[in-house]
Every structure is written in C-alpha cells, then in structure tokens.
C-alpha cells in the first residue's frame, strides 16, 4: 500500500471525519517522519523510510504562516472547524510545542474565531509536565491508547524504547477526564518485537474490548473518538472493523453516558418501543 506524508507546514483546510473542516499543522519534516510510534497503520508510513529530512520548523516559521492562512481564508470567508496540530509524526515532540500551542491560540482568537484547536496525539509525551499543560490550553487534546495489552501495543504501536503504558495511563489520569480519548479498531498480524512472536490482532475482541471498556471507565473521558482503517496502510493484510462490531463495543459505555463516536457519528443509547436499549 502507498501512504503520504504532508508536504507543508500548514495542511488544507481539508475535512475530517471526526473535526469537520480542518486547518493542519505539521511541526515535523515535510519530506520527513519523526514519531515516538511507528504504528503498522501510520497513513505517513514507516519511521525508517522517511528519515532524510529532519529539518522541523521553528516557532516563529508557525506564527508566520498560520498567520498568513488565517488572513486567507478570513478574507475569502472560508469556514474552519478545527485548527488541528498533527503532521508526520508526533506534534508533542517538537521542542517549542508549548510556545506554539499559545502562538497558535493566539492566532485563532484574532482571525479564526469559532474554531477548536485541537491536537492528535499519541500520549507518548505527557509524562513531561509542561506537555500536559500546554495540552489543557487546547479545545480538543485527542489522546490515543489503542489497547490494554501492552504486548499488542508493542506489535500495533511500536513505540520507541523507554515508552510505558502504565505510566502514560497514570498520565492520562491527571487531566482528570479533561480529553479525549482516541482508538483504532482493526485486524491483522503484526509481530511483537520484544518476542519476535507473530501476534494475531483482534482490537474488536471480546476481552479486549472489555478491558478498554474498564479503561475509559477509569479515566472518564469527555469524549470518546472510535474509529477503524481510513487509508492505505505500511503494514499489509490489516483490515478494516465493521460498524456493527464497534457499536457492539460502545453500547455498553453509551448506556452508561459516555459522550462517543465512530468514525466521527454520534453513538445514543436510547429506548427501543420494545422498552429494550438501543443502538443508533
């Protein structure tokens, strides 16, 4: 499958199915990837085929162009839902993310009024303090824990050496549920690289999705982002979730009144004529 990074600093505005007309920021290399994650469904790729440019843009590079994009898109009246920090690789890495965070806030409130900033993440940063602050200034900090199992996490995700996910669990609790939650759901194989075994995943499982299930009752969330495969994928062989078998996993918490969606629709618990629960 061919993937795509984002060849510029400020992407679109295009549309998301889960943000609506979304203005992109990519803090990393145009022509290059740098993430702590080199995750087998990474739309940008894998991190080892993208490593000649490493050249990211400074704080005052954003400030110069966000500027520029907004002017342009207030004068021909396009709307923005969303300005969005994600890019090729994780936008938390970048050594002045908090600087931009307030720059780009800053933008939004002079030229963008309306829309959200928002930032997909993958988590792997908010051990560092000045991340999880920078990251409550936001509308939507997005966080990602696409399992429970930290050996599927290691086959799925395939984050950099040191990366904890009981440590960045307990670093999720301290936003006291002011997030949102985001996970992918699919199946394939993909080998664990501290076994070298050849995992079979089924992020839809049963007791795997009982246990993510534990998870978000754990950490309240405000929202809860679900989705499945979108675009082409490194890794072959994976497929995609079925809307049935992600509702089958949300009916639970939306009984209980979480906020939910899937692939960007709303999930409602509601009462069926029957007085039986349903799904819409």
């Known amino acids: 499958m061919s993937t795509k990074l984002f060849e510029s600093l400020i992407v679109g505005p295009i549309h998301s199915r889960r943000l609506g007309s979304s203005l992109g920021i990519n803090l990393l290399p145009e022509h290059g990837k740098i993430c702590t994650f080199d995750c087998i469904y990474c739309e940008c ?5 993208h490593k000649e440019d490493k050249i990211i843009p400074a704080a005052a590079q954003v400030k110069e ?5 907004a002017v342009e898109l207030t004068n021909e009246g396009i709307k923005v839902d969303s300005i969005t920090f994600s890019g090729n690789g994780e ?4 050594p002045e993310f908090a600087k931009i965070v307030d ?3 800053s933008i939004r409130d002079k030229y963008l009024k309306g829309a959200k900033v928002s930032v997909l993440s993958n988590a792997s940063m908010i051990w560092k303090e000045e991340v999880r602050q920078a990251l409550a200034k936001v509308d939507n900090p997005i966080l990602k824990i696409d399992s429970t199992d930290a050996a599927l996490v290691r086959a799925v995700n395939r984050p950099a050496p040191g990366y904890s996910l009981s440590k960045t669990i307990e670093n999720l609790k301290k936003f006291n ?3 949102i939650l985001q996970t992918i759901f699919f199946k394939g194989k993909a080998e664990d690289p501290q076994s070298g075994q050849i995992l079979d995943i089924d992020l839809t499982d049963k007791a795997l999705a009982e246990d993510w ?7 309240r969330p405000r929202q809860i982002m679900m989705y499945t ?5 490194p890794a072959k062989g994976l497929s995609k979730a079925t809307m049935d078998e992600m509702r089958e996993i949300a009916l639970p918490l939306a009984r ?7 692939n960007g629709e709303p999930v409602v618990a509601e009462r069926s004529c029957e007085g039986r629960q349903s799904l819409r």
Not at 45 to 49: A, E, R, S, Y
Not at 229 to 233: A, S
């Open 177 to 179: 549920g002011n997030f």
């Open 91 to 94: 936008p938390t890495t970048h």
């Open 65 to 69: 162009a966000l500027t520029k994009r």
């Open 45 to 49: 790729g894998w991190n080892k085929d």
């Open 213 to 219: 299930r534990k998870l978000a009752r754990e950490l």
């Open 229 to 233: 495969l979108d675009r082409d994928t």
């Open 103 to 105: 720059i780009t806030v």
């Open 256 to 262: 209980e009144g979480f906020n939910i969606t899937i």
